[in-house]
């Protein structure tokens, strides 16, 4: 069955008949070209997919397209302001927070959610934040570095 | 993998679900899509249509009444779980919602689609056995009301007929000498409950007036511990009281247990005295 979906995604909106079974990851890939978020499992536990949804932290690939009509979502390549990298970005390219890269997008749009919610978050606070993102090649050392900086680096923006 | 095709219906009321699910057969309501969703993903759910109840208004959120605290079914785990109202009025709730799954996941999964689901690995479900909740569903011959006790019969099988909607879950407010607490083993990857135990104790001149205890993840519905509340009615609750009404716990898990490649059946068993001991000790600190 096709639905009309219209998506506004990094602030363009994208329209069209989708089929009811198409993921929120899919549309986002296939229909708006836009390849950072991934899809890594089956079983909504690795987070490589993470977007945000009306500026929520959401798996994109256990939401339906059709269920995310209407909304706005943000995904990695919509982070950057104007060319200018998010301090995460910049952080995770500084720490080394990534060997593959296929987690980073989701990494990274998870993390931003930690520092909104929590702007000076301890290791462990990290660690617990980014339970739902898994990493296959650093073992998060870097990872947690990275978020780290980034917080210090947003608090040094703020002053 | 892609779900496979499916066709989809879009409520913007209970009274509209209803009619949906009446009239599409082989039909399943879509909420948050946590427990849905990778089921469809695996192939191990393929309904025909799904009727999405996701932004009917009239079933978010959460108010208290006096001695109850109502919950609608769309209300996600992370409301649960930063809810000032939950805290006071019914803590072991946000206890457990902040355990389930990972941030993500809270941010879309449901109160009501979880108890739906009935998954035994499921936290909340456990939870409402322990605190006596009642469900109330709409259904095209009106309203009723489920006791928690009676709403989860098997693995994934409720007392919900096919044409009913989840509309709220009630939960009784905490009283004066109560406490309660949600203890949980996770499984490191899925956070699922491996094995889990939900306790609720109310203390009065230094004795347990009463207590009830549920048990997660062991058997394929949650298991209420009859036994063990039996063992702590009348005593104080002190380590000695507690470690002997948990181990009474086998009693109450007579049944098959889930036995899987990550925990057998013994485990889960063995395992369940540990959690029950460890849900009442929290909560009869907390009943003070």
């Known amino acids: 069955m096709q639905v009309e979906t219209k998506i506004s995604i990094n602030g363009k909106d994208y329209e069209g008949e989708v089929e009811a079974r198409t993921l929120l990851v899919h549309f986002i890939r296939d229909v708006g070209g836009l390849t950072g978020a991934k899809v890594g499992c089956d079983t909504s536990q690795c987070g490589a997919c993470t977007v945000h949804v009306d500026g929520v932290a959401v798996k994109s690939c256990t939401m339906l397209a059709v269920q995310a009509d209407g909304t706005s979502v943000t995904t990695i390549e919509g982070l950057a302001d104007d060319g200018d990298l998010h301090p995460l970005q910049e952080a995770f390219w500084a720490k080394h927070g990534l060997q593959c890269g296929f987690c980073t997008p989701g990494m990274i749009m998870a993390a931003a959610k930690l520092l909104e919610a929590n702007p000076s978050p301890s290791e462990e606070e990290v660690r617990h934040g980014l339970e739902g993102n898994f990493c296959r090649c650093t073992g998060y050392q870097n990872i947690v570095r990275a978020v780290t900086e980034a917080a210090d680096a947003q608090k040094e923006g703020a002053e | ?100 799954g990972d941030p993500a996941v809270r941010n879309r999964g449901t109160i009501g689609g979880n108890l739906a689901h009935a998954d035994p690995a499921s936290d909340l479900p456990t939870v409402a056995v322990a605190l006596g909740a009642t469900i109330k569903a709409t259904g095209p011959n009106g309203k009723r009301s489920i006791c928690a006790g009676d709403f989860f019969q098997d693995l994934m099988t409720t007392a919900l007929d096919d044409g009913e909607v989840m509309t709220a879950v009630c939960l009784p407010a905490i009283q004066a000498g109560q406490g309660m607490a949600y203890a949980k083993m996770l499984h490191p990857a899925s956070r699922y409950a491996v094995v889990s135990a939900a ?29 063990v509340e039996a063992a702590l009615t009348g005593n104080a609750l002190d380590a000695g009281v507690i470690a002997c009404a948990s181990a009474a716990v086998a009693d109450d898990l007579a049944g098959d247990a889930i036995d899987d490649v990550f925990a057998s059946g013994e485990y889960r068993r063995a395992m369940a005295e540990v959690y029950v001991r460890r849900a009442l000790t929290s909560a009869a600190e907390r009943a003070g």
């Open chain 2, 1 to 100: 993998m892609y779900p496979a095709n499916v066709a989809y219906h879009r409520a913007s009321s209970v009274a509209e679900a209803v009619e949906l699910l009446a009239e599409n057969e082989d039909s399943k309501l879509l909420a948050g899509g946590h427990s849905l969703i990778p089921l469809m993903r695996l192939r191990l759910a393929s309904p025909a249509s799904l009727i999405d109840v996701g932004r009917i208004a009239e079933i978010q959120g959460i108010s208290v009444c006096g001695d109850c605290v109502c919950v609608g079914a769309l209300t996600t785990h992370s409301t649960l779980a930063s809810s000032c109202d939950l805290q006071s009025a019914c803590p072991i709730v946000p206890e457990a919602a902040a355990l389930i």
């Open chain 2, 199 to 227: 306790a609720v104790v109310t203390v009065e001149d230094g004795r347990c007036a009463a207590a009830s205890v549920a048990v997660g993840g062991v058997e394929t519905a949650p298991a209420k511990a009859s036994s």
